[in-house]
């Protein structure tokens, strides 16, 4: 990718104006870096929280002597929470800012965190997962539109999968955790340090929730927040020192062109004629719900009781999940590698083939599997290994493209002048679609594994069409240029920043 072109200004090519020389270059880019690493750590959080039941779950299920339904609802009751959160988050992002709102998903972290370890019973554990799932909802709506905000558009979909790559790595410092402290107490149900090892499951998330708290305070506001808010100097500021924007005053007069300066954003700017909302808002929903219909939360929330079904003991099974959480970082990177080289389009109907095969092998090899007296699946030679490695694969394609790649998307496909509403509402909706996917799985199961991951495999290959039809490209298109009828206009390209 070129240099920006500052042939335009007296003295253009000489190191001394900050606009060429390589040392400011790569000064630039590395600050941008690590605002958006900072912010990101709300997606730390984001999988921390939804990924640490993983290890505790059976043994808190054992506590509180809790059956088949109130079970699942206790693993998908933070889910509420996100739908609740996201749904607010983009108003109290638009009127108190994006740095403001983080603050607020810290706390709610915190506080998740200390409430859910030391729950007294189910009802309790639940109210502070809801509250732990407030925060993981409003972090998932704030972190990709601030990285969006910030990011240049040559690099925004590499920044913006930042977001995916804090998830993942949040889901392997839990499930780790989990692992861990189980270890050192000899089983999740067993006691540790006065209290039982589960508790310290959740208890751990304390530490990243007040790094993640601190790291917030130091950030700049999103400049397209500012310049809505009329404090232009400021932002002028933000996208010289951290975005690297050469001519900030026309970068200004574009954003503001896109801005109603006059009032602030609300969620009845979504609505359109087409059932009620803009065709913009519908493609982000959409979205947010295909990632979801595939299943994938279901390997990350039951896995280690999955694999315990077909054969393996607790030890082995946080073992499988681990090596699965690891394995999902590594082609989360080789995805921020490839997105503004390959574009968002291609990559994701790529995945949705990919999905779609190795859900389907599952649903196959589950259909070998046979119940014991206990109700337990078994699945013999050679399914219980295809079901593994499909599982393993089916979490390549969908970390390489829809898990990264969605996220990217939200923060980038809508128009400023309804970005953090609309992300609102296709955050919600992804939520509600995994509560939907999470609180089904068990009754999916009895019905037949066979059943469940058909289920999934068939919404994995309709999510091709979909992306192949209704998604735009976004790749290296500057924010300026989303429209709300889901096509990237085409114009004058904008100084790159």
Known sequence: MAQANSSGTSGSGTSGSGTTGSGTANGIRGRVIGVSIAAALGGFLFGFDTAVINGAVDALAGAFDLGVGLKGFAVSSALIGCAVGAWFAGPLANR????????????LFLVSAIGSGLAFGVIDLIIW????????????????????????AHVRGRLGSLQQLAIVTGIFVALLSDALLAGVAGGAAEPLWGLDAWRWMFIAEAIPAVVYGIMAMRLPESPRYLVARGNVDKAAEVLTLVTGTIDVKAKITEISGT???????????????????KPIVWVGILLSIFQQFVGINVIFYYSTTLWRSVGF???DALTITVITSVTNIVVTIIAILLVDRVGR???LMVGSIGMAVTLGLMAVAFSFGTLDAEGAVSLPDPWSTVALISANAFVVFFGATWGPLVWVLLGEMFPNSIRAGALAVAAAA????????????PAFAEIGLTFAYG???????????????????????????????????????????
């Open 96 to 107: 108190f800012g994006r740095i403001p709102t983080m603050l607020i998903a810290a706390v």
């Open 129 to 152: 997962r809801v509250v732990g799932g407030l925060g993981v909802g409003a972090a998932s709506v704030i972190a990709p539109a601030y990285i969006a905000e910030v990011s240049p």
């Open 259 to 277: 801005i109603n300066t006059e009032r602030t954003e609300s969620l009845s700017d979504l609505r359109g004629n087409r059932f009620g909302l």
């Open 313 to 315: 003991d607790e030890s």
């Open 345 to 347: 389009r291609l990559m």
């Open 430 to 441: 992804q939520w509600a679609a995994n509560f939907f996917i999470s609180t089904t799985f």
């Open 455 to 497: 289920f999934y495999a068939f919404f994995a290959l309709l999510s091709f069409f979909f992306v192949y039809f209704k998604v735009a490209e976004t790749k290296g298109k500057e924010l300026e240029s989303m429209t709300e009828d889901g096509k990237v206009e085409r114009r004058t390209r904008a100084p790159r920043s």
